[in-house]
């Protein structure tokens, strides 16, 4: 029930040449192929770009420096109030 068979395709063809007429689906039909061709043509494109000229990293890829671990700086305390003193 709900799948299409080749009959439904076939009579689906049919009115839309009714509708649309030939000239038409040709020439959208022609457009679309148009698209893609030129679709594929960008992406071809966006690969040779790629690989002729590489971009920089915008992040800093080195290594952070290294750090002094036998020193740990300790935030001043604030003084105590003794009641005593």
């Given at each position: 029930m ?36 030129e ?29 002094d ?17």
């Amino acid at each position: 029930m709900g799948s299409l068979s080749i009959w439904h395709l076939v009579l689906l063809v049919i009115l839309g040449l009714l509708i649309f007429g030939t000239k038409r689906l040709t020439g959208g039909a022609k457009d679309i192929g148009n698209a893609v061709k030129e679709f594929k043509k960008a992406m071809a494109d966006d690969a040779d770009a790629k690989k002729t000229d590489p971009v920089q990293p915008a992040v800093d890829t080195r290594p952070p420096p290294p750090v002094d671990v036998t020193r740990v700086e300790r935030p001043p305390q604030p003084p105590r109030n003794d009641p005593q003193g």
